[in-house]
DNA sequence: ACGGTTCGGTTGTATTTACAACAGATTGGT
DNA sequence: ACCAATCTGTTGTAAATACAACCGAACCGT
């Protein structure tokens, strides 16, 4: 088994915690390892589920196809980050999205109840993994209430402006790299493919901006 | 001052607390209470935030004006839900809403700090605390990926649709009433209040649906 | 009873969007 | 090098939306 133990070392939910420690943590908790190809679903809406997880290899989508077959992808998962956290308090319900590989992906698997339970054993990382945990959904919460201030535009345009500019101030620089296609920004902005691609062009000869596939630069 | 232990007691940051426990966990926790009239600002985009909040009387809007003076409603906050919780993470940047008093209201300001950091006093409850915290805000991240889920449908009537019946399940009835008025439901929606209007007369002529103000009956 | 304010509904128009269909470019596999 | 699949841009049309303006009803305090 390949070793991860240097992901998780940089994982959140391990923020903290000594490089000797993850390793016995790993089994305290009862981590399973698994993988995933390519376009494979690792969680399907409407599923109950009882694990944290955290991504060690490859990215993930969150998404979901609405009755009438539009998908809207809520967000993306990096190698690092964990989900599903959002799903396993006791009272939540059944999950609300999809979550699919968008490359070759490594998942590990850890059970909730023993991740929140403080065991008397050697771990005293708990408490740490608990509150790490709560950071971490809290990032996820900003990250949904930005999206949702781009997706509360009234128009093409000003979502994409919203988006972009939002893009060039998590990464410090009027040239942008966005991890989506065309169709996959149409997702996330909630907009029909073409119209965005359009609207891009237009935009582009106003001189708002640049752009070469995912490569943007903003004016 | 009001005795507010009953409505602490009820609200979900206390849960598995007993009675006379909250009451030397609010000296124990530095728990400060303000009111503020109807209309009044409760918090500001671009504040910093150290505290986390319990609404103990009223009833708050979760908002935010854009550039063009489009306001959109992010959430609604009811006596005994926390918030401000996803601002208090050690990384997190400024507020990105505002926080409004739509009735007069109450409410319970606690140190993130002390409330975070296990006290080596009376206090067993911390753990718990930290605990509901993190069942708090899972909730109210699975509220925004619904709420996403509704507005990210194309047009009004498919948000309207999404949103009623989300709310008939809620309430578990056909017969439901709504906590907003039409100009606040298209907030919320992000969507023309008239166009909201008139697209919710065109489905009472085609017997979608009933309502009178507030209260609606789907078929 | 009065006037002011808020709220919900209606209408018309200009703008914006979704949708479908297609074409060229790029990519990936064999 | 080739074919197939995917990605991106383009166009036209029908549908949906925003916006502004207005009206009547309900509600408010004085």
Redesign the pocket.
């Known amino acids: 088994m390949k070793d991860f133990v240097p992901v998780l070392k940089r994982a959140k939910l391990f923020a903290g915690v000594g490089d000797e420690d993850i390793t016995s943590m790993l089994s305290c908790l009862g981590a399973k390892l698994r993988t995933y190809e390519k376009g494979e679903y690792v969680l399907r809406e409407g599923e109950r589920l009882s694990d944290i997880l955290v991504l060690a290899e490859g990215s993930l989508h969150i998404q979901r196809d609405d009755y009438?077959g539009?998908r809207s992808i809520l967000g993306r998962i990096e190698v690092g980050e964990i989900f599903g956290e959002a799903y396993v308090a006791p009272e939540s319900g059944m999950l609300l999205n999809d979550v699919i590989a968008v490359e070759d992906s490594s998942i590990f698997f850890f059970d909730v109840k023993r991740v929140i339970t403080t065991c008397s054993s050697a771990c005293r990382f708990h408490t740490m993994v608990v509150q790490n945990l709560f950071f971490a959904i809290s990032e996820k919460n900003r990250s949904l209430v930005q999206k949702l201030g781009h997706i509360s535009?009234?128009?093409?345009?000003?979502?994409l402006i919203s988006y972009l500019s939002e893009e060039a101030k998590k990464q410090n620089s009027s040239y942008i790299t966005i991890p989506?296609?065309?169709?996959?920004?149409?997702d996330y902005l909630?907009?029909?493919?073409?119209?965005?691609?359009?609207?891009?062009?237009?935009m582009?000869?106003e001189g708002l901006l640049e752009?070469?596939?995912?490569r943007f630069k903003l004016r």
Request: charged fraction near 35%; proline fraction near 0%; aromatic fraction near 8%.
């Open positions: 009438w539009n535009k009234r128009t093409t345009r000003e979502k989506f296609n065309r169709q996959q920004l149409a909630s907009v029909d493919r073409s119209a965005m691609s359009n609207e891009l062009c237009k582009r000869n752009f070469e596939k995912n």
